[in-house]
Structure formats: structure tokens, C-alpha cells
């Protein structure tokens, strides 16, 4: 098994560590230790590790999901004494696998909360981060503030010295530093929102509001919420795809990731108790992500749910037999060039025909194999991120609404679990209820379009693209997708 006893008897392809593990602090507090966030940020700051002087940025990660799959997890680090393998994939097969030490400890929070507060209060931790999905933020879509109605929530609220939430333990946290006189952290977020530095700042600002002012009032004063932009492919891994890694790599691995070659991260130089040089391990600090973060979401993660959709509906599962179809790579590259395009200001430097051809190679990657279940997962969260400044900017505009209408509707079409060959599947919603999720089988095709996926245009004159929707629906049932394509 890996672990930091089998550490000297790698095998000879596989990268070891370039630093000593055992010198390795724990600057850094992260909730959501998932495959992305291993293949990612994980990986530059292991690599920010072997620099001189950088020591002090290992990382403590937290699991805020108890039961058995979280004690499981929690487990299976444990007996790798934190250490993984990371396998990089080239769209030409080439394969790189290292070894990523960054993780250094992993808290399983349910099962012991003080060990995670005492971390969070500890004056080694200087940066807190976190990837806890686009609709984890327990935002208000149409207010834009912080929801303090939901069950979770008012149980934190209650009772604050012993949390549940992500907000409740960060803020229980600063208070306790805040204190002891020990000074503020940097909170990250490192998840696929639209200036997600704002969004956590209005997320954990309004739980300490409402808890107590004064901290508030300190934590806006004090801590800072930098917006970052990560890029990175990091398909799923069952126990297939585990065996034929460590098939693949000579190693004993219950906890190996899988990603794309291609790896990007963007950040603003905002940190108020120091960070890592990541500058040095390719990581671009700039003056404003926004740019960046268009680019990304409106050409790649759209793209992504509109094609994972549609695919799905075809009888695809995986996002290369998307780009291989010949049509559903015309109804992309239409998407691109007459919808997401033109209505984005790219950054200096970034040419968005070379960014469109660089996506086409990337989701063909076939030794990624990522599925169209997780690209389409948390659906209702993802549309109102990565669909919406674009579907406002068409609708204020009176662009064609063709591609955005049957966007839409392919995915309210895959919501209902049945491909048009009647192969079933089941779509990961965790954000809509059982009465939500039939709204997509009610005999009136517009019942769907009640879902909070929409609400970021809910405010707008959508009386054609509503109809444009529900023709699209009736022509994929009538005469299928791939006749029903706007290309």
C-alpha cells in the first residue's frame, strides 16, 4: 500500500517527492478534500513544496460529510498517511504519475469537530480554502445574499460553538482568533462561480452577521476573499478506473486521481496573512480574474453542460463521444462562435479561437473518459453559473435564441433519466426536491422552466425564449435530437 513507508520503493516511472515530507507545516486548511481539488490546487502546492523556503504550505484537509462513506474516505487517508498518485493524461495518451504529499492531515469533521476548530484557530494556518460545489454557498439567486432560513443553517446559529456547516466552522474559527489576538486567514474559494471571491465573502460575512455584528464587522474589516479561476478535467474514479491506474503505475493505490495534462489557475493577489510562491509553480496572479473567469465558464463549462446533455439524451456517456459525434461538434463550435463568442471580452493575450480549438482537443481526450453524469451533476446549480450572463446578454440583445433555447431544453430532457434509445440513467440533482425533478415529466412542456435553474433571467422578458424552449422539447420527443439540432 502507499504510504510514507513505501515512499523509497516506488516504482522507477513514477515522480516521487521532492522535499522531505516530515519538514512539511500545515499553512493551510482546506473543506472539500475531492478529485479536483487533489489534481489541482494539491498539486501546486505540491509542487510549491520543493521550493526553498515554502515548507510552511502543507495542507490540512476537512470532510464535512459524516456516515459511512465519510468515515470510509476518512479512513482510507489515514492508512496512505495522506499520500496519493496523481496520473496526468495527454489527449496522445502520454501518461506523468507523481505523488502528492501537499495533504498532510485529513479531519473528518462529524466525527470530531474541536479537531477542526483548533486547526482553524491555530496560528500556523494562514489560508483557509475550500471546493464545496457551485451551489454550496447557500446564496439567494434573486438577492444575491446569504440564506439564513435553511435547516443547517439555524442549527449552527443555535448552537455556533459546535458547527456543522462550512460557514459555521470558519467563522467559529476567526472568532477564536480574533480573540487570542492571533490575526485573520485567507478564505479561497476555488470553486466554478462567477467572482467567487464575492460570493464567499457575502456567505460567510452574512452567517456572521446574524450571528454577531461586532464579528462581522471584524471579518470584513480583516479577512480577505480573493476571486480565483480553476481550470482542470478531473473525471471520477470507481474501482475500475482505480485497479487500472495502479495496473497502469505499479502502485497500491486506494486513493489515486486522474486528470487532463492541461492545468490553469488564476488568482487575485489578495491575501491578508501570506501564501505560497505559486507564481513560481505557474499559477497567474492578476489585478482581475473576471476576464478569466468568462472566458472559462461561458466557453468551457457551457459548453461542457450542453453537450453532456445532449450527449446523454443521444446515448454518449463519456465527453469524448461527444466531440467525436460529428453533429454535436457543429452544435459546439455554434454555440462558440455565435453565441459565447461574441459577447466576450477576452483578457489581454487570450485569443478565443485558439481557446475554442484548445477545448475541442481537450474533450477528446479519451484516456480521461470523463462521464456525462458528473459533467452534468448539480445541473440546476451549474446552468445558473455558466448559462446565465449569456442567455441575459442574447435576451437584452435579440440574438438568436436557437442553441440557448434547445440548451435548455436538452437539459430538462436529461432530467428525465431516459435516453432516446430508452437506456436509463439517473441525473445527480442534489438541489431539487422530488416535486421539482417531476415539473420535467408534467404533460405542459413550460412546467420545467419553473425550476431555479432559470431564475438568473427570471426578471427578464423570456416570452420567446419560453416558447423557443417548449417547441425544442416537442421536436426532440417528435422527431429526436439529432433532427432537432440547431445547426
Known amino acids: ?24 507545516g500545515r499553512g493551510i486548511v482546506h473543506f472539500g478534500v475531492g478529485n479536483f481539488f487533489r489534481a489541482h490546487e494539491a498539486w501546486y502546492v505540491n509542487k510549491c513544496l520543493a521550493l526553498p523556503g515554502q515548507a510552511q504550505w502543507g495542507i490540512v484537509g476537512v470532510g464535512l460529510g459524516g456516515g459511512p462513506r465519510g468515515e470510509a474516505k476518512a479512513h482510507a487517508f489515514r492508512q496512505q498517511d495522506c499520500l496519493y498518485s496523481l496520473t496526468e493524461v495527454a489527449a496522445s495518451g502520454v501518461r506523468t504519475v507523481s505523488i502528492i504529499g501537499a495533504l498532510r492531515e485529513y479531519l473528518l469533521a462529524p466525527a470530531d469537530p474541536e479537531a477542526v476548530l483548533a486547526r482553524l484557530a491555530d496560528p500556523q494556518t494562514r489560508i483557509v480554502s475550500m471546493t464545496i460545489t457551485e451551489g ?13 432560513d435553511t435547516p443547517a443553517v439555524q442549527a449552527d446559529l443555535k448552537n455556533p460553538r459546535r458547527p456543522a456547516t462550512v460557514f459555521g466552522y470558519v467563522v467559529e474559527g476567526l ?55 480553476v481550470d482542470r478535467i478531473t473525471p471520477g474514479v470507481d474501482s475500475a478506473t482505480r485497479d487500472a491506474l ?22 487575485e493577489d489578495r491575501f491578508c496573512n501570506g ?25 468551457l463549462n457551457a459548453a461542457h453542460l450542453l453537450l453532456g446533455s445532449t450527449g446523454l439524451l443521444l ?16 452544435l459546439a463550435n455554434a454555440y462558440w462562435t455565435k453565441d459565447a463568442m461574441p459577447q466576450i471580452v477576452a483578457p489581454e493575450g487570450v485569443d478565443l479561437d485558439a481557446y475554442r480549438k484548445r ?3 481537450r474533450f477528446s481526450n479519451r484516456a480521461v473518459a470523463d462521464t456525462l453524469l458528473r459533467i452534468c451533476s448539480d445541473g440546476a446549480s451549474k446552468v445558473r453559473v455558466f448559462w446565465t450572463d449569456t442567455v441575459r446578454r442574447s435576451l437584452d440583445s435579440g440574438r438568436d435564441l436557437d442553441r440557448i433555447a434547445f440548451g435548455i431544453a436538452a437539459y430538462l430532457e436529461m432530467l428525465r433519466g431516459q435516453d432516446e434509445k430508452g437506456q436509463t440513467y439517473t441525473p445527480i440533482e442534489p438541489t431539487l426536491d422530488a416535486d421539482q425533478i417531476a415539473l420535467v415529466n408534467d404533460r405542459d412542456l413550460e412546467a420545467g422552466l419553473r425550476l431555479p435553474a432559470f431564475d438568473g433571467w427570471r426578471d427578464m422578458d ?21 433532427a432537432s439540432l440547431p445547426v
Open 315 to 330: 446515448g454518449h456517456r463519456y465527453a469524448h463521444e461527444t466531440v467525436e459525434d460529428a453533429d454535436l461538434a457543429r
Open 1 to 24: 500500500m502507499l504510504n510514507e513507508k513505501t515512499l523509497n520503493h516506488l516504482p522507477a516511472s513514477v515522480q516521487p517527492l521532492r522535499y522531505k515530507r516530515e519538514d512539511v
Open 275 to 299: 501564501r505560497p510562491a505559486l507564481e513560481q509553480v505557474g499559477v497567474e496572479f492578476v489585478d482581475d480574474v473576471a476576464g478569466y473567469e468568462q472566458v472559462k465558464v461561458r466557453m
Open 136 to 148: 454550496g454557498y447557500n446564496i439567494n439567486e434573486e438577492t444575491g445574499q446569504f440564506r439564513l
Open 462 to 482: 423570456t416570452t420567446a425564449l419560453d416558447a423557443a424552449v417548449v417547441a425544442a422539447r416537442r421536436a426532440i420527443r417528435d422527431r429526436g435530437v439529432r
Open 246 to 267: 495502479n495496473a497502469a503505475s505499479g502502485l497500491d493505490d486506494d486513493l489515486p486521481v486522474l486528470a487532463e495534462d492541461f492545468s490553469q489557475w488564476v488568482l
Open 359 to 361: 477545448l475541442l482537443s
Open 175 to 229: 472568532r477564536r482568533r480574533r480573540a487570542a489576538g492571533t490575526g485573520p486567514f485567507t478564505v479561497l474559494s476555488c470553486d466554478n462561480l462567477r467572482s467567487n471571491g464575492h460570493v464567499a465573502h457575502e456567505a460567510f460575512v452574512g452567517y456572521a452577521r446574524a450571528l454577531d455584528p461586532d464579528l462581522a464587522e471584524w471579518i470584513d474589516a480583516n479577512v480577505t476573499f480573493p476571486c480565483s479561476m
